[in-house]
Structures are given as structure tokens and as C-alpha cells.
Nanobody
Framework: QVQLVESGGGLVQAGGSLRLSCAAS????????MGWFRQAPGKEREFVAA????????YYADSVKGRFTISRDNAKNTVYLQMNSLKPEDTAIYYC??????????????????WGQGTQVTVSS
């Protein structure tokens, strides 16, 4: 069992930056690949970014590539999402997720086993 707690959300102006954190409980953090998803009002949840257990491989949605960076610190059981050049369309609840599965594609939310409660990110124009 893994518990995930996100933090770092808030209100920011367009063009600004935020860093989200996701702290995981348990001693098996390195067994999990980690992902970030987001859900805007009235829209389906969508993939944002993912990172392999070692941090050696990262994956991004086209909409955030070049602006967002996912990273992890296995010593701190924490995964991060650095978000730069934020746009109003980035406004959403951002969720952290963990999966033990080994896949070539981490974009699908059904492949994740554990989810955090989410943190709100609001980008004003």
C-alpha cells in the first residue's frame, strides 16, 4: 500500500511557475513509476508527465513538453513537477499517481495503482 500526498498548488499569473510535490509513504517507493495527471472542470482526466522508478526515463504530454519537468528524489520518497511558463489552460486539479507496472507507455490512468487527493492549480490571465 502506498499513500500519496500532493502539495504546492496555488494561484499564479500566466507566465509564472509552480513546483508540485508528491510525498509517498512506505519503504518501496523505488518500486513504482510515478505519474502526474490533471483534470480541468468539465473535462476528463489527462496525462501530464511520468517518470520511471530510477528517474532515467521521463514522458510528457505534448501540451506541456518544454514547459514542465518531472523529477524524483528516491531518498525523500518524493516526486516533483516543475511547471514553468504556465498558461490559463493549465488550470486544473493535479493528481500524483504510482504504478508497479512496467510499460512502454505511461499515459493511461488505468495503469496506475495508487492516487493522491489532488492539488489545485489556477493560472490567471
Amino acid at each position: 500500500q502506498v499513500q500519496l500526498v500532493e502539495s504546492g498548488g496555488g494561484l499564479v499569473q500566466a507566465g509564472g511557475s509552480l513546483r508540485l510535490s508528491c510525498a509517498a509513504s512506505g519503504r518501496t517507493f523505488t518500486m513504482y513509476a510515478m505519474g502526474w495527471f490533471r483534470q480541468a472542470p468539465g473535462k476528463e482526466r489527462e496525462f501530464v508527465a511520468a517518470i520511471s522508478w530510477s528517474g532515467g526515463r521521463t514522458y510528457y504530454a505534448d501540451s506541456v513538453k518544454g514547459r514542465f519537468t518531472i523529477s524524483r528524489d528516491n531518498a525523500k520518497n518524493t516526486v516533483y513537477l516543475q511547471m514553468n511558463s504556465l498558461k490559463p489552460e493549465d488550470t486544473a486539479i493535479y493528481y500524483c499517481a504510482a504504478t508497479k507496472g512496467y510499460y512502454s507507455d505511461y499515459r493511461y490512468d488505468y495503469r496506475y495503482d495508487y492516487w493522491g487527493q489532488g492539488t489545485q492549480v489556477t493560472v490567471s490571465s
